[in-house]
């Protein structure tokens, strides 16, 4: 009884295993093809269904290093993976011929009728199925697009430019028409095997792909093999073509965020909120003439210099005499006039608060609504600032700093907050004006500081040494 219930265990432990090591190809096949999924999923929703690479998305440095962490993550899963798989499904085969053969003597019936012998695998693994060629197939139509696999005619692609069809049309334009220049910009077009030999880019070299020479010594070599290219010439057109339609889409849209705001400000205090406060504020209402002491101070200072102008040039008989009376009637009739120059200047004040609003409205509204200009935008910033010259990025930021954090600022921010302050009808607080003064320029200067120290360094230390020397 011992002796078999021995045997019982080490047949249900064996069976166990057994079963296990046969669901293990599966199990290692089935998270290589999730972690395919995950890399398929991030190259539609971030990339529009190009591979993950600078080439392709219009982020930041910081937002392409987060991409490219998860893309070697996700392809180091399926390598893994596809080992395990291929390791396992060599020892499930093997373990087929071997277990078929193991015969283990038991007691009482066996499963085949002869009450001698039963295999400890009842059921030998069956080939892969179409399902497992599906999944290595989707897997495979994701490794290559980074250069990975044994794909012998990959499909080519066009990164961030149109290719040209014989009748003149762009690849991805149906139409046959000019093609949108968010296409240009952000859109990898697949072209068939014999509309290009080969791809344009590597993008699988920006994986983790490191060499013993210096990158940009590599760098070089890939600028004349392109040179070299027989196609060179009609990259460089398509590439002029993107740059021109990034170009045309960011003035477009900078003049669409100055000039909406503007027209919005200039309709709403014309014909929205005008005459609203006009008709509030009119001289029979009865409304205060001041918004504040300030103004109320400058009327009074005015009406004064207009009698003692008005008493000095009868002294000097550039005048004829007046009498009391006529000087104070004089005086009434200015002061009517200063009334309602103030009551204008007040109902202006009012109006510039909510018609402001509107044209803040606007220009957020314009943004939430343009997310691809704006990324298209932040792109050409991007190269047209990190394009200058090493002196001229030097200059431009001792311009800057210079004028907003340097010895002369103050005076710079205080004529603007009296502006502000005087555009809103508000009096200028002089205690606040000081306080903003001694903290933001500081404030300013330590974010310029840091940015230097973080960012430009990093990308251009030249233009870091450049601008230490010239601002010494």
Request: zero cysteines.
């Amino acid at each position: 009884m011992r002796t078999s219930s021995v045997l019982n265990s080490l047949k249900r432990y064996f069976r166990r295993s057994n079963a296990w090591l046969a669901n293990t190809p599966d199990r290692a096949l089935q998270e290589a093809y999730e972690a395919a999924q995950m890399i398929r999923e991030m190259e539609e929703k971030h990339f529009n269904g190009n591979p993950v690479s600078p080439a392709s998305g219009l982020y930041g440095k910081s937002a392409q290093d987060y991409f490219q962490a998860e893309l070697k993550k996700y392809l180091d899963i399926i390598k893994v993976r596809l080992a395990e798989f291929r390791t396992s499904s060599s020892i499930v085969r093997f373990s087929d011929v071997v277990t078929a053969e193991i015969e283990v003597p038991v007691n009482g019936p066996s499963p085949s009728g002869n009450g001698a012998i039963a295999t400890i695998q009842d059921q030998p693994q069956d080939t892969p199925t179409d399902p497992n060629l599906d999944r290595l197939s989707y897997i495979d139509s994701v490794l290559v697009r980074y250069g990975i696999g044994t794909s012998r005619n990959p499909p080519a692609m066009v990164i961030t430019t149109a290719q040209e069809t014989g009748n003149g049309s762009k690849v991805g334009d149906r139409n046959g028409g000019y093609t949108n220049p968010f296409n240009l910009l952000s859109g990898a077009v697949d072209v068939p095997p014999d509309a290009s030999s080969k791809p344009k880019k590597d993008v699988g070299s920006f994986v983790d792909k490191t060499g013993v020479l210096p990158r940009s010594i590599l760098r070089t070599v890939d600028r004349i093999k392109r040179e070299l290219d027989p196609q060179a010439e009609q990259e460089v057109v398509n590439s002029f073509r993107s740059s021109k339609a990034r170009t045309v889409v960011s003035l477009r849209f900078i003049l669409l965020l100055i000039i909406i705001p503007l027209l919005t400000q200039q309709v709403a205090k014309n014909f929205i909120v005008g005459p609203i406060v006009d008709q509030f504020r009119s001289p029979e209402s009865n409304t205060t003439i001041f918004l504040n002491a300030e103004m109320e101070d400058e009327a009074r200072e005015e009406l004064s210099r207009y009698e003692d102008r008005l008493r000095f040039e009868m002294l000097i008989g550039k005048i004829p005499p007046m009498t009391e009376e006529e000087i104070i009637s004089a005086n009434q009739e200015k002061a009517a006039e200063i009334e309602d120059e103030y009551r204008r200047l007040s109902s202006d004040a009012i109006k510039n608060v909510f018609s402001d609003m509107f044209a803040v409205a606007a220009f957020t509204l314009v943004l939430l609504s343009s997310k691809r200009e704006v990324a298209v935008l932040k792109v050409f910033i991007d190269e047209l600032v990190y394009g200058l010259s090493d002196s001229a990025k030097a200059f431009i930021i001792i311009l800057f700093t210079d004028i907003f954090v340097g010895f002369h600022s103050p005076h710079g921010w205080e004529v603007i907050l009296e502006g502000i302050s005087r555009h809103f009808g508000l009096p200028a607080n002089r205690e606040f004006i000081f306080i903003f003064i001694a903290t933001f320029p500081v404030i300013l200067d330590t974010v310029f500081k840091y940015w230097i120290f973080r960012y430009l360094n990093r990308i251009s230390p030249s233009a870091v040494a450049t601008y230490r020397n010239m601002n010494e």
